[in-house]
Every structure is written in C-alpha cells, then in structure tokens.
C-alpha cells in the first residue's frame, strides 16, 4: 500500500487478556518505530526495528510488552496481560533509511483495557 | 519521560489572528521536525531543521530552528479553521534514530 497499515483501527480488551497489533510498514523501508500516544499526549517512544534487528526496546514499559518484525516489514506488538494503564493509542511509523530521516505514521490502533 | 516542552499546551483563536507555538529544550538536537495531528490520525511531518537558525516556510507556516539548536518555533499567518490540529515538534539527537516528541499544543481556530 501506499502508506503505513495498522490493525486493528480499535482493540477493547478485558484485563488480563493478551492482545497483538499489526503494522504494515511502507515496502521497502528499513526503519519501523513503534510508540505509546496517551490522550492529549505526544507520542512516546517505545522500540526501534532495523530490518528485523531490534536496536532500540529501552522504551517498553514492562516485560509485559513485546515486538517482532521476523522478516524485516511486518511488526507485531504484543502485550500480555493487559492492564488499564495499557489504554492508549499505539503508533507505528517507518522510513526509508536508518537514522533521523523522515518518518511517516499509521493511523494508529486505540487499545482499551476494561 | 518528555524532554521537549511546548506552549502554549492549548490555543484557541478566531480566523484570521497570527499565533506562535514554542519547542524547547535543554539538549542539543541535530535535527527537529514539526507534526501536525488531526483527531484519530498518526502524525503527520510539517518539515524537518537541521541548521541552527535555520527558517523553513511552507506556505503560511513558518518555521525556525534556535542558533543553538535547542529550541524552534512555529509560526502561522492568518490562521484557517484548516489548521486545527494537535502540533507536535520531535528533536533527533546526533548518532541516534530515534525522536522524542514534545507535549504538543492543540490549536483551534474558530470560523
């Protein structure tokens, strides 16, 4: 497609229940970003992906929290039970090259946890 | 933890005014984006600054990079209805990959 994917649009979870979270980066870009967006807040960030090296996790709240990208354009966060604070928004964004260069974001899954 | 901080944190203003948003920092960045976010959308990149006391303009947005780096701001003219939004300015520090984004200002402007 032509821009970043993610699914679900909206995820209502009961406490305790494990969810997972899609993206689907630009083809072809190396760089994924996954972060935390809390209402009214700025995006935080939460791990970086180069192809389907994991650099950067220093960003998950807890070891509840857990990202793949196994072939290096799919990402997958998976958070194991959830919590209320979990409840946020869920970002991911990719670019084409590594470092600071133009990153372009999904729309965005909205998690809540009941 | 937020290491940008913007301001106004909200702005509302009729059609027509001028406004300044306003990034700061206490670190040095070697580059710094502008994002603008509309209800239930990811962010969407404005323009990037690399150079210290670098202007950007793209149309009636403004955009200025401080001397020292650590700091930018936004300006629009005449602002439109349009330009409602959730503005966002990121900062990249040198050698790494990632952006910290800053607590943001919500600006609406009123018809």
């Known amino acids: 497609g032509a821009g970043v994917s993610q699914s679900p649009r909206y995820k209502v979870a009961k406490r305790g229940q494990d969810v997972a979270l899609r993206c689907d980066p630009i083809?072809?870009?190396?760089?994924l970003f996954w972060y935390q967006q809390a209402l009214g807040q700025g995006p935080e960030f939460l791990t970086y992906?180069?192809?389907?090296?994991?650099?950067?996790k220093s960003g998950l709240p807890s070891d509840r929290f857990f990202a793949e990208r196994p072939e290096g354009s799919v990402s997958t966060l998976k958070i194991q039970r959830t919590q209320q604070e979990d409840s946020a928004v869920y970002l991911c964004?990719?670019?084409?090259?590594?470092?600071?260069?133009?990153?372009?974001f999904g729309q965005g899954t909205r998690l809540t946890v009941v | 933890t937020q290491l940008l901080e913007q301001s106004p944190q909200f702005l509302s203003i009729q059609e027509g005014e001028n406004l300044t948003v306003y990034c700061n920092s206490s670190?040095?960045?070697?580059?710094l984006q502008w994002y603008r976010q509309e209800p239930g959308e990811g962010p969407v990149l404005l323009v990037t600054?690399?150079?210290?006391?670098e202007v950007k303009k793209l149309k009636r947005l403004t955009f200025q990079f401080g001397d020292a780096r650590k700091d930018s701001s936004l300006h629009i003219t005449a602002a439109q209805p349009g330009d409602t939004g959730l503005y966002l300015c990121?900062?990249?520090?040198?050698?790494?990959?990632?952006?910290?984004f800053g607590t943001g200002t919500r600006l609406k402007v009123l018809a």
């Open positions: 964004a990719s670019s084409e090259f590594t470092g600071n260069t133009e990153a372009f």
């Open positions: 083809s072809g870009h190396v760089s």
């Open positions: 992906f180069q192809n389907e090296a994991q650099l950067d």
């Open positions: 670190s040095v960045f070697s580059s």
């Open positions: 600054v690399v150079t210290g006391g």
């Open positions: 990121a900062g990249a520090t040198s050698g790494t990959y990632k952006y910290i």
